[in-house]
């Protein structure tokens, strides 16, 4: 058959009661379409493309740096691209490739915590809210918008003001800003989740299960969540992006970790004493930004056009 | 101020003073003395014109008594005015006082005021204003503590007669008079204390007009400033000022090169140097060599650095000292600009003390050895700096950078103000990145931040040492000025050995104008308005 | 219809209490005190001095009356005074809200007049090059830091050029050309992000329209190309992209701090967060209510502009 066949059938397998089999089948036709997809689809490839680079060069960092990016050689400051420093040293002498490197895995290790944190937090408290409804989903809905009414940045600001502050013996620093990037995330997952949840809870297939005799929870998640992941999935690699944007945001603005980790931010800020003496030095840490960003937006595109079918004729 | 006054200093200038004026030819020493009658008063025809003058700072509020008003870089310090001036050479000299002196045991000064002399708003300043003034400024509830702590030896303030003001302080001391300079002891009419936030009336050169947090301070020339030039014209020459607060060196002097002011206050140490290679032809650039002295401290209260806790203390301080390298400081945070600092007071200053005992020297090897000796060599320690100085900031990372070289087990932090003095209270930091503004008297440094029982001392940095308390006792109420300045210098060869605390750089800033703007130049601390110079001698060339 | 209508309006006042009460909570939790500051030097050893300011300004009562009292001032409109510059708290908000909303509101619309027309094209000449070129750009648009962008505008229109002002702000009604002047950089700083965000989404909700049937029955029936864009399928597609692009002008509101920071704008964004810093409670909270206020209010404008204007949508 071809595959848009396939993929309708794919499609009307979700639709009937599933059985163990059938659900399995049914993601085997479904990742194979996605591989297909993912091959065919020229932004996710591109997007898939450069996040590897960005994953294997994060992961690779401890080799292919060429020095410590916080030993510091005031002898050798502001210095251009040379071969002994691939792009150059900073203000205080340090070497501009191996901060990028260090500073891009803690930012997108720290991206990534933050967005899973947020979404394990979200998706329980959006998708129970939902599908419970009435009071509770009344009362937890108007926390949520409580949250969604901070504007722009200032949830963020606030939180990371806080989370600075606490120090916890022990354990790793960057946790607390994990956790209160996540928790300032949650809101926007929460009502995300119980919009797919409303939707899907008047679905055919829901009634279904309960004229059977499913218990409600179980409802919820062996039917609901395989629907609604998809856009979680599309909104989670996006997000991504945007939670970098805002970490480069915060740190630059002085709430990022203290020098003399490395940080793309708050090198970028610092930079910007050396625009005209030293230009290169604020543009690097820019246009890594810019790169990782520009990776996780094209591969969030991609997996939008490939999972959500209506799209897919774009 | 005749060349000798300045040679001479405070004390002999005074004595000068007292002479004169009662020989009522008060007017043969200074260039200016208060009171010209009202018909008098003539203007400069041909000087005159707006200067608008970029400043890294603005005032928070405008009450100059709540509010600490930087009288270098905080446009609204043109308004302030107070007993005592100072001039180019940070030397006192009269202002609205026009003789002072201590009694015999140095606990009451006594200030005879020029009669006459006035508010923005005409009110006149009497001896009832003055003590109004002291006392609403020791009142905690309004003064700012920058402002209150120059007047903490303050018992009480008696009025003799309309034109007389005695003051009375707990302990004796010869330096009191410098503290009552405009800055940060300034009047402020009684009469309209209510508008003290909204529209202040001072009685400096400059009249309050408007004020835009963060965005413009007018100010209008004050017609009957008591101050003349050596023509009988009254200062100052221009017809006003216009404050822009731009906190971002790069933004200031960029605004500079774009004419959208004409004077900036400071520019960041990275611009320098090509600056004043570049604009020379167009552009003035004024060195302050001194606006204040950075310095590292130690947490002598408890701690790896405190003697209670550590029998080694000190010789952790030293190997610390000894991992940094203050040239790296220099070259690195300050760009070169400025000097290494090996005492409180620089080469500029009239008090700068000649035979002081150097710091440890830079030797890597020495500190890594000495940290492995000492006790406690491995313990955490924490740096901190205040973020609202990038030099204080810049300097910690870089002291973090050379401790770990030589191994120490060191983190750094940055935190607002609330917050560094928090940890101040709680003593939880070991090693601080901070700097003093220049003190117009050693007393005002030494006195606070040295001797042992002064408050701040015991909170910042713990430190004991008798000798030195002794001699900044004595040198308070010494009043020979080269006795004392040698006094001062043997309590910084102490202060070099034990390490409370590392002197490590002067802070200098580079002002800049173009070059229409005439007749300007800051005294050597920066202050862009003084006795006889800065921007109450400028004008705007046409 | 007015029922909803009420219905929503009253769900905003428990909105708004929550995000009062997290506001309150947060700063209450950071360390460091406005007193601290206060007492400098002058307070360690006297505990007077300290009681004084504390009664002073009120921080000597528990946590849970300082909120009551707040809130209860706060709904009659007193919203008390800046600790740090001691002047109304609502002047400061007076003078930084006006600020922002210029900024966000020209920044929104220069993005609109470049975005929509772009997005339209690229979607009618969908796989051409100009659509590909429109979804790269607007891409990559997305993926860059707008403080780089505003850094990197300052270096080449400010420094290099000099044609503008590296930052400051003018009062359009005072002085309406320096005014222009120092708002073209943000504005663009603002408007670039707005307009890459904006392209796309007017690129795929006119690609939504386009496929809809009556497209095709308008064609059919024998209307020009141009009306059946101009006048039907344009028009249903702005729908959603006008109302998103109300919730992203309420969104900057709070959003252009750092831009703010980097032009010297004196909006509302930089002044909370200076004021977080300087641990000015008064001004925190309330900038964040007011704030907080017109976002919600913005998103049920949007809301019943949307279901207005979309009839289909069912209430409710």
């Keep these: 058959m071809t595959e848009l066949e396939a993929r309708k059938f794919a499609d009307l397998e979700a639709i009937r009661a599933p059985t163990l089999g059938g659900r399995l089948a049914r993601w085997r036709t479904a990742l194979a379409n996605a591989w297909h997809e993912l091959r065919k689809s020229r932004t996710a490839s ?34 251009p691209p040379s071969e002994k420093h691939l792009l150059g040293t900073d203000r205080m002498g340090r070497d501009i490739y191996s901060r990028l490197l260090w500073g891009g895995r803690r930012l997108v290790t720290i991206a990534i915590l933050a967005v899973t944190f947020g979404l394990s937090l979200g ?45 916890m013996e022990g354990i790793y620093n960057d ?90 931010g708050s090198d970028l800020a610092a930079a910007r004493d050396y625009m ?39 | ?54 400043t890294r700072d603005d005032s928070v509020g405008l009450d100059t008594h709540r509010n600490f008003i930087y009288f270098v870089s905080q446009p609204l310090a043109g308004t302030t005015g107070g007993l005592l001036d100072f001039d180019a050479g940070m030397n006192i000299v009269a202002a609205i006082a026009r003789e002072w002196e201590p009694s015999k045991d140095l606990k009451t000064w006594t200030f005879k005021l020029h009669q006459g002399a006035e508010f923005h708003n005409g009110e006149t300043i009497d001896a009832n204003a003055v003590k109004w003034n002291l006392e609403r400024i020791l009142d905690p509830k309004i003064g700012h503590s920058f402002n209150r702590s120059a007047l903490t030896d303050v018992d009480r303030v008696t009025v003799d007669d309309k034109w007389i003001v005695q003051v009375h302080l707990k302990e004796p001391s010869a330096a009191f008079d410098s503290n009552l300079v405009y800055y940060p002891v300034n009047l402020i009419a009684p009469g309209a204390v209510d508008k003290a936030d909204t529209a202040p009336v001072g009685c400096g050169p400059f009249k309050f007009k408007s004020w835009k947090r963060f965005d413009i301070c007018e100010l209008v020339r004050f017609e009957n400033f008591w101050e003349t030039d050596a023509e009988g014209n009254t200062l100052p020459y221009l017809d006003g000022m216009i404050g822009r607060p731009k906190k971002e060196d790069r933004v200031r002097l960029t605004a500079l090169r774009a004419n959208e002011v004409d004077l900036i206050d400071n520019m960041a140490y990275a611009d320098a140097p090509s600056f004043i290679k570049d604009s020379a032809k167009v552009y003035d650039t004024y060195p302050v060599p001194q606006v204040g002295t950075a310095m590292i401290t130690f947490n002598m209260r408890s701690g790896p650095f405190s003697e209670k806790d550590n029998p080694d ?96 087990n060191v983190t750094f932090e940055i935190h607002p103000t609330p917050v560094i003095q928090d940890k101040y209270n709680k003593a939880a930091f070991d090693i601080d990145s901070t700097a003093n503004s220049y003190r117009i008297d050693p007393d005002g440094w030494y006195s606070r931040n040295i001797l042992s029982s002064a408050p701040e001392t015991k909170r910042r940095i713990g430190y004991v040492n008798e000798k030195v308390d002794q001699l900044i006792v004595a040198a308070r109420v010494e009043l020979d000025k080269n006795k004392r300045r040698q006094m001062y210098a043997d309590v910084d060869s102490l202060v070099n050995q034990d390490l409370p605390l590392l002197y490590t750089h002067y802070v200098s800033i580079i002002q800049a104008g173009s070059k229409k703007l005439k007749g300007y130049k800051p005294a050597f601390t920066g202050p862009f308005q003084y006795a006889g110079g800065g921007l109450r001698t400028a004008w705007i060339e046409s | 219809m007015l029922a909803y209508i009420i219905r929503r309006v009253a769900y905003l006042v428990p909105v708004l209490f929550v995000l009062t009460l997290v506001v309150f909570t947060f700063v209450e939790m950071l360390p460091g005190n406005i007193i601290d500051t206060l007492v400098g030097n002058e307070g360690v050893n006297d505990p007077e001095v300290r009681k004084i300011l504390e009664k002073e300004y009120g921080l000597d009562q528990p946590v849970y009356i300082r909120y009551a009292k707040w809130l209860f001032r706060a709904v009659q409109g007193d919203f008390g005074m800046s600790l740090v510059t001691r002047r109304p708290v609502a002047v400061e908000l007076l003078t930084g809200i006006p600020a922002t909303v210029y900024l966000a509101v020209v920044g929104i619309s220069l993005s609109m007049m470049i975005a929509v027309p772009l997005g339209t094209i690229a979607a009618v000449k969908r796989n051409t090059p100009i659509d590909y070129t429109a979804q790269v750009t607007s891409l990559i648009g997305i993926s860059i830091p707008e403080f780089w962008f505003a850094i990197l505008c300052v270096l080449f229109f400010s420094l290099y050029l000099g044609w503008l002002p590296s930052s400051g702000f003018a009062n359009p009604f005072v002085d309406p050309w320096a005014s222009l002047k ?78 703010e920071s980097i032009f010297a704008w004196p909006g509302i964004g930089r002044a909370i967060f200076e004021a977080i810093l300087q641990r000015d409670y008064p001004l925190v909270q309330a900038g964040v209510l007011v704030l907080g206020c017109i976002v919600v209010v913005m998103n049920l404008l949007v809301d019943l502009t949307y279901r207005l204007l979309n009839p289909r949508v069912k209430l409710g």
């Design chain 1, 46 to 79: 591109i997007g898939a493309v450069m996040l590897v680079l960005l994953f294997g060069a994060c992961i690779a960092t401890p080799w292919i740096t060429t020095y410590d990016p916080i030993k510091q050689n005031y002898r050798e400051r502001l210095q």
């Design chain 1, 175 to 264: 946790m607390v800003l994990i956790f209160a990037l996540g928790f300032a995330f949650m809101p926007e997952v929460a009502r995300l989740s119980r919009g797919s949840v409303l939707v899907e809870k008047q679905k055919e297939y829901v009634e279904a299960s309960r004229a059977v005799g499913d218990g409600s929870l179980a409802i919820a998640l062996r039917q609901i969540l395989p629907n609604i992941i998809s856009p979680l999935i599309v909104n989670a690699t996006v997000r991504l992006g945007y939670v970098i944007l805002i970490v480069a945001a915060l740190s630059f603005l002085g709430l990022g970790t203290p020098p003399p980790t490395p940080d793309w």
């Design chain 1, 276 to 314: 005209e003496t030293a230009p290169l030095i604020a543009a690097f840490p820019g246009l890594a930004i810019c790169y990782t960003v520009l990776a996780f937006n094209l591969f969030g595109d991609g997996l939008r056009d490939i999972l959500d079918p209506r799209l897919a004729e774009r």
């Design chain 2, 313 to 408: 203390a000190h010789m952790l301080r030293t190997a610390a000292a000894h991992a940094i390298d203050h040239e790296g400081i220099h070259e690195a945070v300050f760009n070169k600009q400025g000097k290494v600092a090996k005492g409180f007071y620089s080469e500029s200053s009239p008090w700068y003390g000649k035979d002081i005992k150097s710091w440890p020297a830079f030797d890597p090897d020495k500190a890594k050895a000495l940290r492995k000796k000492a006790k406690d060599g491995d313990a955490k320690l924490l740096i901190i700096a205040n973020d609202s100085f990038p030099y204080m900031q810049q300097s910690g990372e870089l002291v973090h950078a050379m401790l770990k070289d030589a191994g120490f």
């Design chain 2, 1 to 54: 101020m005749t060349d000798e006054a300045n040679k001479k200093g405070p004390e002999s200038t005074r004595r000068e003073f007292l002479t004169a004026t009662t020989a009522l030819a008060g007017a043969a020493l200074t260039a200016g003395l208060p009171g010209p009658a009202a018909a008098e008063r003539k203007r400069n025809p041909k000087r005159g014109g707006t200067v608008r003058f970029g």
């Design chain 3, 182 to 259: 120092f708002l073209i950089l943000p504005a663009a700083a603002v408007g670039f992000r707005q307009a890459a965000y904006t392209t796309r989404l007017t690129r795929s909700s006119m690609l939504d329209e386009m496929n809809k049937e009556y497209v095709d029955t308008a064609r059919s029936v024998g209307l020009s190309e141009g009306k059946v864009i101009f006048k039907y399928t344009l028009r249903n597609a702005m729908i959603p992209t006008i109302t998103i692009s109300g919730l992203q002008l309420a969104n900057l509101l709070g959003g252009t701090v750092v831009l």
């Design chain 1, 123 to 167: 998706i329980p408290y959006g998708v129970l809210s939902g599908y419970f409804g009435g009071r509770v989903d009344t009362i937890a809905m108007r926390f949520v918008d409580g949250l969604l009414a901070f504007p722009g940045l200032l949830l963020y600001l606030l939180i990371v003001t806080l989370a600075r502050e606490w120090k």
